[in-house]
């Protein structure tokens, strides 16, 4: 079992940034792909985006892209989600994934809050 702990939510205001970070521990030797969703009240839960642990590919959804960035330290078995020029609407309970190349099943985080005040 892969355990995922997020940290570094909290209260900011709109135009600052934010760093979340997610600790991977357990059986982290077969992981592919970690990531971030995001899940507002009576909302969705919305993909953010994801990076590849080989080689450290990343993708982003279009709502963050120009703004977010993700990066991971393998000294550290953590991944970072860089959250620049924020928005009112990305407050949100952030998720942190990661997916094993074995099975086709994600691993989840418990969440951490963001709030954005405008």
């Known amino acids: 079992q892969v355990l995922l702990e997020e940290s570094g939510g909290g209260l900011v205001q709109a135009g600052g940034s934010l760093r979340l970070s997610c600790a991977a521990s357990?059986?982290?030797?077969?992981?592919?792909?970690m990531g971030w969703y995001r899940q507002a009240p009576g909302k969705d839960r919305d993909f953010v985006g994801e990076?590849?642990?080989?080689?450290?590919?990343?993708n982003y959804a279009d709502a963050v892209k120009d703004r977010f960035t993700i990066s991971r330290d393998n000294t550290k078995e953590t991944i970072y989600l860089q959250m620049n020029r924020v928005k009112p609407e990305d407050s949100a309970v952030y998720y942190c994934?990661?997916?094993?190349?074995?099975?086709?099943?994600?691993?989840w985080g418990q969440g951490t809050q963001v709030t954005v005040s405008s």
């Open positions: 994934w990661a997916k094993p190349y074995t099975t086709p099943d994600l691993y």
């Open positions: 990076i590849v642990w080989s080689g450290g590919s990343t």
């Open positions: 357990g059986r982290t030797f077969g992981l592919y792909k």
